[in-house]
């Protein structure tokens, strides 16, 4: 007989999972060019020797251990283990820089690092460091053996354990000053992986595939203890095999990011633009007809050009997947349109760190795609006074760690957590229009919402990012990263070469094409969110630069202060 009863915490989430579902496949492990796969049973085994190891590291119930290290199987097994001993973990980036990471680590107060090579180890000191890559020094796979931890007080640490106790310490990006540690508890895990099946049809059949960093809050929750809670298979890739994996390994449900679908799209419109005028107006009326039926339109050519069309396009995804889920940042809703009309779902939802990645979801059977979806079961939405959406209910943390008075700030006296973004509800589901933060008031008074204006100039198949500025402006201004590839395809159809970044930018070509596209963007605006001015920027943003955060968003302070002498121009008449 199946076990639902909800688990006390993630350690006997697993094990209720391992009892309901010992021959099935848990995890597909790449090896060489083909993956492993390993059953709930064997998996658990591999934990409780996990646990062995780092009951020989000296962590106990209640303490911290850092993993920093990119997506992989060791990484899952490493926080499934400390979860069955009532350890807390501390996820770093592997991305982050030695000061950064030495901050959390202090922060924390972690005794133990776990890490994936000594590239890793050498950011951290003042604590133990252990590594899991093979050919690295101190490897984790030389502890465990000298442990006393036998099999029956493993199975009785984990029920231990409470639901109120904390299981880990996620620490924000820190768009500003330093981040924050978020504590989370085995409840904010459970409560929602057994609340979500109301929203998400997931079944214990489905084949998840896990790619995006595991130290942030949406693929650790939704891409590593969700699959797990139900029963899944959770398939790791990484960037570089993603395409491949996903018609090799069929995946049912892929989570992504927003950056990641915009590739998708816009490597499929370049390979159009370079096929025979027929085959570009074929796909220009596959992808009319098929957005005109979902709007409910009359649509008479869209089946057959759905069979011409789109089922090539959906070939690229593997032959089951039922649908992307996108997080970590808002899906413009160009984008979201381009893979409806070709009847690949896309699932936008809404939620923090602070409310465990999930707090509302698009359910399939009524995906709104201008909407982050309804309240999932178990937390409760509203919108404040001033328009900020705040969320109650057993996903939001327990506060922030050493942090009282931010705790304070961030969570009213009546539970309620504040969010910072600004949304409207239609219905019961909730639209995002942005920031609290990040609203522009214009010197003459105007509050412009940055996130719909920088999305409508990002239709532009040109255009790669925006950062829109207006704050005590007469106007608002853009600093524009083009799409430099899609920028230097159309050059080389003009007979021009050149490729290089910087250069490109400095083109009056350029400067004219995206101008145009700007200028159509304006077409679209009130007067007052019009961008009058934009200065082109002849680098992509990126996390090593500080621009963007480890998930991708990005980082206003910075690109303000590092384009300072570019905004100032745009200010002068003339420019």
Same mark, same amino acid.
């Given at each position: 007989m199946?076990?639902?009863t ?24 790449p090896?060489g060019k ?13 934990a409780?020797?996990r ?5 020989e590291l000296?962590?106990k119930r209640?303490d911290r ?15 499934w283990?400390?979860?069955?001993l009532?350890?807390v973990?501390?996820p770093?980036?592997?991305t ?7 901050y959390?680590a202090?922060?924390?107060?972690a005794? %133990?690092a776990?890490?994936?090579d &000594?590239? /890793?180890?050498a950011?951290? @000191?003042?604590?133990?460091? +252990? ?9 984790i796979?030389?502890f ?7 099999r029956?007080q493993w ?14 310490l996620?620490?924000t ?10 504590m989370?508890?085995?409840?904010n895990?459970?409560?929602l992986?057994?609340n979500i099946?109301?929203?998400?049809p997931?079944?214990?059949t ?12 949406f ?10 809670a ?8 990484? %960037?570089?095999?993603l395409?491949? &994996?996903? /018609?090799?390994?069929?995946? @049912?449900?892929v989570?992504? +990011?927003?950056r990641?679908?915009?590739?998708i ?7 159009v633009s370079?096929q025979?005028?027929?085959r ?9 007809q ?7 339109g ?7 050009l759905?069979?011409l069309?789109g089922?090539?396009?959906r070939e ?9 889920v ?6 413009p809703p ?5 893979f ?5 779902t ?6 923090l760190?602070?409310?465990t ?15 982050v979806?309804p309240?999932?079961k178990?937390?409760e ?6 328009g ?18 931010a ?7 009546d539970g309620?957590?504040h ?7 239609d ?10 933060k ?5 010197g003459n008074?105007k ?10 100039l ?8 925006v ?6 402006m ?5 600093l524009?990263v083009p799409e ?5 395809a ?8 050149e490729?290089?970044?910087s250069?490109?930018v400095t083109r009056d070509?350029v400067?004219?094409?995206?101008k145009?596209e700007?200028d159509?963007a304006?077409?679209?605006?009130a007067d007052f969110?019009?961008v ?9 943003f990126?996390?090593d630069?500080?621009e963007l ?6 980082r206003?302070?910075?690109?303000k202060e590092?384009y300072?002498?570019?905004?100032s121009?745009?200010?002068r008449?003339?420019?």
């Amino acid at each position: 007989m199946i076990d639902t009863t909800t688990p006390k915490s993630l350690g006997a989430m697993l094990r209720r999972s391992v009892r309901n579902y010992p021959d099935k496949v848990s995890h597909m492990i790449p090896e060489g060019k083909d993956h492993r796969s390993m059953t709930y049973s064997e998996f658990f085994e591999c934990a409780y020797s996990r646990a062995k190891a780092l009951d020989e590291l000296g962590l106990k119930r209640g303490d911290r251990v850092v993993i920093m290290g990119e997506t992989g199987f060791e990484w899952a097994l490493t926080d499934w283990a400390a979860q069955t001993l009532g350890v807390v973990t501390v996820p770093i980036y592997p991305t982050l820089p030695p000061d950064q990471a030495q901050y959390i680590a202090n922060d924390c107060g972690a005794s %133990v690092a776990i890490c994936s090579d &000594d590239k /890793q180890v050498a950011k951290l @000191s003042g604590i133990k460091l +252990v590594t899991w890559e093979a050919g690295q020094s101190n490897p984790i796979s030389e502890f465990g053996a000298n442990s006393t931890l036998d099999r029956q007080q493993w199975e009785a640490n984990i029920d231990l354990v409470e639901p109120s106790e904390l299981a880990t310490l996620i620490y924000t990006s820190g768009t500003t000053g330093q981040p924050k540690g978020v504590m989370l508890a085995h409840r904010n895990f459970t409560q929602l992986s057994d609340n979500i099946r109301d929203t998400l049809p997931i079944e214990n059949t489905d084949l998840f595939l896990s790619w995006l960093p595991l130290s942030h809050v949406f693929e650790r929750y939704a891409g590593h203890v969700l699959p797990m809670a139900v029963g899944a298979t959770v398939a790791y890739t990484n %960037v570089a095999s993603l395409a491949t &994996d996903m /018609q090799k390994l069929n995946p @049912s449900i892929v989570l992504c +990011v927003p950056r990641m679908l915009e590739s998708i799209r816009a490597r499929v419109i370049e390979n159009v633009s370079k096929q025979p005028p027929i085959r570009q107006k074929l796909f220009a009326l596959a992808q009319s007809q098929g957005m005109t039926k979902v709007k409910g339109g009359f649509a008479p050519l869209a089946g057959v050009l759905d069979k011409l069309v789109g089922a090539k396009i959906r070939e690229r995804t593997g032959s089951r997947l039922k649908f992307f889920v996108s997080g970590g940042a808002a899906l413009p809703p160009h984008v979201t349109e381009f893979f409806l009309a070709f009847n690949i779902t896309v699932l936008q939802g809404y939620g923090l760190t602070e409310t465990t990645a999930a707090s509302s979801l698009n359910p399939p059977h009524d995906n709104r795609p201008e909407t982050v979806g309804p309240a999932i079961k178990g937390v409760e939405m509203k919108i404040a006074a001033d328009g900020e959406i705040l969320i109650k209910g057993d996903s939001v943390m327990l506060g922030y760690y050493n942090l009282p008075d931010a705790t304070r700030e961030a969570i009213d006296a009546d539970g309620w957590f504040h969010t910072g973004d600004i949304g409207v509800f239609d219905g019961p589901y909730l639209k995002i229009t942005d920031r609290k933060k990040d609203l522009l008031v214009l010197g003459n008074g105007k509050n412009v919402a940055p996130q719909p204006v920088e999305n409508k100039l990002k239709e532009s198949d040109f255009i790669s990012e925006v950062v829109l500025l207006g704050d005590g402006m007469e106007y608002c201004c853009a600093l524009i990263v083009p799409e430099f590839d899609r920028i230097s395809a159309w050059l080389a159809t003009q007979g021009v070469t050149e490729k290089h970044p910087s250069a490109l930018v400095t083109r009056d070509d350029v400067k004219a094409l995206i101008k145009k596209e700007v200028d159509a963007a304006n077409k679209q605006l009130a007067d007052f969110e019009k961008v009058k001015r934009h200065v082109l920027v002849g680098k992509a943003f990126s996390v090593d630069d500080g621009e963007l955060t480890p998930s991708l968003k990005v980082r206003r302070k910075v690109v303000k202060e590092k384009y300072a002498t570019e905004i100032s121009s745009m200010q002068r008449p003339g420019v």
